[in-house]
């Protein structure tokens, strides 16, 4: 193997630059004015200015739509996991045919792409009061990630043995004392994992804000930055001033979590 | 208050029914009920607000399939793009698996960086791209520059002909390092005798990866495979942030084709697109499924 990685490195190499290159470009640029990003797009910033980020967050919105990410990420991060697991929970301790089924129902949901479903939900959130509103973009994303939430974390609870639930029930636990002291704690790196998946999708959705937001002040991230383009097309400093406030807490979680974050986008990813 | 274990067991039972409710709940009326809807809505030609609409059967799906020329186009450029990506990302992220497979500190640290692009959101790749490909000042065509290639510059996403192809390279540079990692897990799982076995046979690199490697690693390539054909379907929000709202014709694809008819407020021939959208992805996985059932037995 040794010799195949040798023989691999150029192109590995490449592709690494390939990946860096880019990126450095942005978050230089995003310190740099419009001439000074075209004179020399790899240099880092000679002067930097702050004025791209004063601008995002002035002209842009991009203040509040950071708040607004925040909120809706929070709520729909955490009412999934809630959900997820009391179902999974119960996928995982009901014996036969009940349990399936129920994991079958919550599951087949990832056959559908969610575009699938986007007509008749817009017109059903419409008539219940929920479109142009956070409350609204908080359920339409944990429906959108439930079913694999409820696919990785029955995976996980089914490895649990029912004995130490009947010995915590013989003790007079609840099923529910039960499910908080013995089950969440022991899957534990599985919530982890499936949190930091929902984290990254609800924060980058733009489908759903796109169809569902239509007023400046409830708008997320990733639909200012998409407004953004059309009012700055090539003004690229602002742009990337943009794209570093969108990726900033992603990237930061990233970094501190990052072996959380590659099971989770991956288990997340190819379940989902 | 029965206190025999029997009795306990059922009250615990009764209270587990509850468990699920709150899912259900939301599921069903919020996702399941929806899609069941699409199909209603797809056999009329409601507007979206109007009170009234009417029946037309399979009026909608018969125009999809004989009269609807920017669906055939968005349907042709998203079969180009995921030809492309599924060939390129695959190839690369195997290669990029094979040589990062062995954990070292150089290696850790280079998956974190291929895996990097993975966590940012399709807007912001859309636009490091943007000014990647931009034709006046942009990053490809200034360095084609200096290095004194000036003959191959080009105008990348304003070409026609090649649009969706450097489309394919962005959706490339996003999620190969993902699929690396789903391959380095398969190549963890190949026993190292087989290899020394190999050797002792006297084996060289290309007959080990060939009758080694390549089988041994099909359940994660079929992984890989199925998962960017469904990524390529849903590159929803790359196309919207490097082509703008709405694509134009060079870049539309399925996802922003149905995106465009619901915006112009055509519900009931959106929800017919979305259908034969959504069975041509499960065709599609159905395929691949089956491709790669027979490849690996």
């Known amino acids: 193997m040794t010799r195949t990685a040798r023989t691999l490195r150029p192109v590995a190499l490449l592709a690494g630059a390939a990946v860096v290159l880019p990126l450095l470009v942005v978050v230089f640029g995003a310190f740099k004015t419009l001439p000074q990003l075209f004179d020399a797009p790899l240099a880092p910033p000679s002067s930097p200015t ?128 039960a499910f908080r002291s013995i089950a969440l704690p022991l899957i534990r790196p599985a919530l982890a994992t499936t949190g930091i998946f929902l984290f990254v999708m609800d924060w980058n959705d733009l ?37 570093v406030i969108a990726s900033a807490p992603v990237v930061v979680v990233y970094v501190l979590l990052q072996r959380h974050f590659v099971a989770g986008l991956t288990t997340g990813a190819v379940r989902g | ?73 968005a349907a042709g450029n998203n079969l180009k793009l995921t030809l492309t990506v599924v060939l390129a990302q695959t190839a690369l992220a195997l290669l990029l698996a094979l040589w990062l497979v062995r954990t070292t500190r150089a ?65 490339v540079w996003f999620h190969a390092g993902q699929m690396m990692v789903v391959f380095i897990a398969g190549l963890q799982a190949i026993p190292k005798e087989l290899y020394e076995a190999a050797e002792l046979d006297g084996a060289g690199r290309l007959t080990r990866f060939r009758y080694v490697t390549w089988p041994l690693v099909a359940p994660a390539t079929g992984i890989v495979v199925a998962y960017t ?22 870049l539309d694809i399925l996802s922003t084709r149905v995106y465009t008819t619901f915006s112009n407020n055509q519900f009931g021939y959106a929800a017919a697109q979305s259908l034969v959208f959504m069975v041509l992805i499960a065709l599609l996985t159905w395929v691949q499924r089956r491709a790669i059932g027979r490849a690996t037995r």
């Not at chain 1, 339409?140 to 639930?165: I, M, N, Q, S």
């Not at chain 2, 791209?129 to 065509?141: A, C, K, Q, T």
């Not at chain 2, 520059?145 to 002909?161: C, E, I, K, N, T």
């Open chain 2, 229 to 250: 054909t469904v990524q390529s379907f849903k590159a929803f929000d790359l196309v919207l942030g490097l082509a703008g709202n709405p694509p134009g014709p060079a």
């Open chain 2, 107 to 171: 290696s850790t640290l280079l998956r974190a960086v291929f895996f990097l692009p993975t966590v940012l959101s399709s807007v912001s790749v859309a636009f490091v791209w943007r000014f990647v490909y931009d034709p006046d000042g942009g990053l490809l065509n200034s360095a084609l520059r200096a290095v004194g290639l000036d003959s191959l510059q080009s105008v990348y996403l304003g070409d026609p002909d090649t649009a969706v192809f450097w489309l394919a390279l962005t959706q």
């Open chain 1, 207 to 243: 489908l759903h804000p796109l169809l569902f937001i239509r007023s400046q002040e409830h708008r997320t991230l990733p639909l200012a930055l998409l407004d953004f383009q059309g009012e700055f097309l090539t003004q690229y400093p602002l742009l990337f001033a943009g794209v």
């Open chain 2, 1 to 73: 208050m029965s206190s025999t274990r029997s009795g306990r067991r059922r009250r615990t039972a009764r209270a587990l029914w509850l468990f699920p409710v709150p899912a259900l709940a939301l599921h069903l009326f919020l996702f399941a009920y929806p899609v069941v809807q699409a199909v209603q809505y797809a056999l009329t030609d409601w507007d979206g607000y109007s009170a009234a609409y009417d029946n037309v059967g399979l009026r909608n799906f018969a125009e999809l399939a004989t009269d609807d020329d920017t669906f055939a186009n």
């Open chain 1, 50 to 177: 702050l004025d791209n980020y004063r601008r995002a967050v002035q002209e842009g919105g991009l203040g509040s739509a950071f708040a607004n990410s925040a909120v809706v990420t929070a709520g729909a991060v955490t009412l999934t996991l809630v959900v997820a697991s009391l179902a999974a929970f119960f996928c995982a301790r009901v014996p036969g045919r009940a349990g399936w089924a129920v994991f079958g129902v919550l599951v087949a949901g990832l056959a559908v792409p969610a575009q699938a479903a986007i007509v008749p939900q817009y017109v059903l959130f419409d008539r219940l009061g929920l479109t142009d509103s956070l409350l609204g973009l908080v359920l339409v994303d944990t429906v959108t990630t439930l079913p694999t939430a409820v696919f990785v974390l029955g995976g996980f609870l089914r490895t649990v043995p029912e004995e130490l639930y009947e010995a915590a029930e013989l003790d007079g636990a609840s099923p529910l004392r």
